[in-house]
């Protein structure tokens, strides 16, 4: 897996475990914390290039009160970034000359 790749995923990483501790700690109130986490879901969305409705699934179950303390978001990054490192193993590689 390519240096980009693993960046990309870093940089959502991070993204991710700042807003699930946001929610865990309840620094801001349902509102915002409703906006953070569509702006999280659009922000993944961007960044791998792709319009996943598990993402906005993922963000409407995290609405729920009680259900918002599961690190939903750095579940859904790590889960995404061991896929993508399984599928680039089992891709076969040809070198042209």
């Given at each position: ?93 040809i070198r042209v000359e």
């Amino acid at each position: 897996m390519s240096s980009q790749v693993e960046r990309k995923y870093l940089i959502l990483l991070s993204l991710a475990i700042i807003n699930d501790a946001i929610d865990l700690l309840g620094l801001l109130n349902q509102l915002l914390e409703t906006i953070l986490d569509v702006f999280t879901a659009a922000l993944i969305c961007i960044v791998l290039n792709e319009l996943n409705p598990w993402v906005f699934i993922l963000a409407a179950i995290d609405l729920v009160p009680g259900i918002d303390i599961t690190p939903f978001w750095t579940i859904y990054i790590l889960y995404r970034y061991v896929i993508e490192k399984i599928q680039g193993r089992s891709r076969l590689r040809i070198r042209v000359e």
